[in-house]
C-alpha cells in the first residue's frame, strides 16, 4: 500500500524538475526498500515556479537516495540523500528578443506555472474535506505526519552559478553559491537526535548543520566556454567543472582546476548550525510565549568586498 503512494509523490514531484524518471526503475527500487536516482539533468523549467528574474542553462543532480525503514515505518525516520546538485543560470529572457525555441519554452513555463496553481488549489479543496471527513483514516494521517515531520535529509556537494552579459554591457560577472553540507535532523528539547512519534510535524523542532557555505562574484569575467551545449555534458563532465573548491582541499599541495581558479569569495566557506521550533497548535497558549523560534550559530564568518 505504502509503497504504490511513495512511487506516486516521487512522479509527481520529483519528475517537475528532472527529465526521463524511468516509472519502471522506480517501481523496482520502491519495492526493494531504496530509491536510488543517479545522473538526472534538471529540466530548464525546474526554477520557474520559484518566479525569479533568472532561467536555468542547464542542470544535473549526481544521486539521489530515499530510504525507507519498511519494517518500522512511523520508528525509524525516512532518510534522504541528495549529492551533487549543479546549476548553472543567466538572466530570464525578454519576452521582445526571444527566439522561438525560447518562445517554446517560455510558453511551457506559464502552462507549468499554471499546472501548479490548479494543484494547490485542487490540494487545498481535497484538504478541506478530508478535514470535515469522520476520522476513518485518522491513524494514516498521522502515520504520514509522523514520517514527513522526522524525514533525516542530506544534502552534498551543491553548486549553483549565474553568469550575466547583459544586466551591466560591457562588464559581464558571475556569481555562485556553494556548500558542502547541510544537513537536517529531529531532535529533542535537550537538542538531541531524536524519531518524535507525538506531532513532530505540527511542533516541529529541527536541527541544521551546514558545511562549508560560500558566495563568490567575480566582476569583468566571461561565462565559461565549453565545446558543447550544456545540458550535453556527461556525468564526469558536471563532476569536473563544478565540484572544484566546494570542500577543502585535501592537500596544501593540491592543484585547484581551472574553473575554481581566483574565484572571488564574498562569503568565504563557513560552518554553522541552525535549531528552529515551531510550538504546535495545542501548546498555544500563551501570547507571551514564540510562537516560533531559531538560532543560528556560525563560525569564522568572513565577508570581503573589493572596489574596482
Sequence with gaps: MFEAQVLDLIRKYLGEYVHDLSLETLR??????DVVLKDLKLKAEALNSLNLP???KAGFVGTITLKF???????????????????????????????????????????QQIAVAESATLEAISGSKLESAPPGNSWLGSLVASI?????????????RYEDCISNPGHPFSSGVTLAKLA????????NETFDTSGALDKLR??????RLAMYHNSDKLPWKIDKKWE???PKE?????????????????????????????VSPINGVLKYHRLGNKERNDPDIPFEKASLVLSDVSLTILEV
Aim: glycine share 6%; aromatic share 8%.
Design 69 to 111: 525503514p519498511w519494517k518500522s515505518l512511523g520508528n525509524e525516520p525516512v532518510i534522504v540523500l541528495i549529492d551533487r546538485v549543479f546549476v548553472i543560470a543567466h538572466p530570464a529572457p525578454d519576452g521582445r528578443t526571444l527566439k522561438e525555441e525560447d518562445r517554446e519554452k517560455l510558453f511551457e513555463a506559464k502552462i
Design 28 to 33: 523496482i527500487s520502491v519495492w526493494q526498500g
Design 54 to 56: 533568472v532561467a536555468v
Design 184 to 191: 537536517a535532523v529531529t531532535m529533542d528539547e535537550h537538542g
Design 232 to 234: 550535453d555534458l556527461s
Design 148 to 160: 514527513i515531520g522526522n524525514l533525516k535529509i542530506t544534502i552534498s556537494n551543491v553548486h549553483v
Design 206 to 211: 529541527k536541527s541544521l548543520q551546514l558545511e
Design 238 to 266: 558536471w563532476i569536473e567543472v563544478f565540484e572544484d573548491g566546494i570542500n577543502e582541499p585535501a592537500a596544501e599541495s593540491e592543484v585547484v582546476s581551472m574553473w575554481a581558479l581566483n574565484r572571488n569569495y564574498l
